[in-house]
């Protein structure tokens, strides 16, 4: 018996449709880091399954994972790569963030289908206005620009990055035929009116930083107990003993531990009818908690849930939410619901 996540199917179609309906444009699925930590082949499939034709994704690995397991529409690497030939033969657009691509571009010997990715501030990827005046000169036949998009830094960025965007996007030949985007979750309420798709990870989860936007949570995290053991004030439990037992109960072994990408350094809060204290160090494979009411071993303890939200328990535990989810191993089995 190990840890489980549950999705929950009705949830995330939920989240998905309130975000079309306040954004008012078509969605880009953005499934990378396996989908935040929900499972990237189980989110794709329910939201393709259901109509969704347009997905983002961090690697070259898990573009092809999708493709492989049957995933259409279109698929969006972000990161840069030079694997053109084998872009092209699973049907997956690659982003172009650095003129010096475009060389290689040059010597591919298959068309390239790209989304132009402008840095207007972040500094971290993507093309200057210099570089697309640079990339309007060139006369490159295989390569076809399907897209552009940037990302923002944070709020108080965001008028001064879209006044770049905008600016930069009227550089571009022919926009009127390609796909534009810039706002991600934080912002899908300022989409600008000249973008047509939204870019959207987190939110689908129930992660909301608007508040006009009220989601449902997707996921759910729940771990078994392996071994139920009677307890004494002042026993001492786990690695350096460093766990001390304040009053008499009962300890509960679980099976969750850092191995499972939960962190060793957080104070882990439990739930089952009351709340449980983690107690003593989090190990490679499980973790310790105290309670006085009796569970019997076999039965499921929540550690993320309705009655602990991924949200609240990420400020708790003083990560981010992205930090919490995109964490949780893929040796955690994933359950969808409906």
Known sequence: MRAQITISKQNLLYNYSQIKKLSSKEVIAVVKSNAYGLGILEIASILFASGVTFFAVATLEEAIYLRKNNIGGTILLLERTNEYALAYSYQITISIVSLSQIEDIKKSPVPVVAHLKIDTGMNRLGLSKDDINVIKNYS?????????????????????????????????????????????????????????????????FGISYIKSLILKEVLSLHVPIVRRKSVKINEKVGYDLEGIIKE???????????????????????YKDAYLMQVGKTCMDYMMFFSKNKYEEGEYIEIISPSLPCQKMASIYSVT?????????YRIKRKIIT
């Open 140 to 204: 490159l036949t295989n390569l076809k620009i399907k897209g552009v998009y940037s990302h923002i830094a944070c709020e108080s960025s965001f008028m001064e990055q879209e006044k770049v965007f905008h600016e930069i996007c009227s550089m571009i030949p022919n926009t009127n035929n390609i796909v534009i985007h810039l706002c991600s979750s934080s912002y899908l309420h300022k989409s600008p009116s000249y973008t047509t798709h939204v870019r959207v990870g987190i939110a689908l």
């Open 248 to 270: 008499e109960g009962y300890l509960y072994t679980v099976s969750l531990g850092y191995a499972d990408g939960w962190s060793k350094d957080r104070l882990t809060i439990a």
């Open 321 to 329: 939410p992205y930090e919490l989810l995109a964490a949780l191993s």
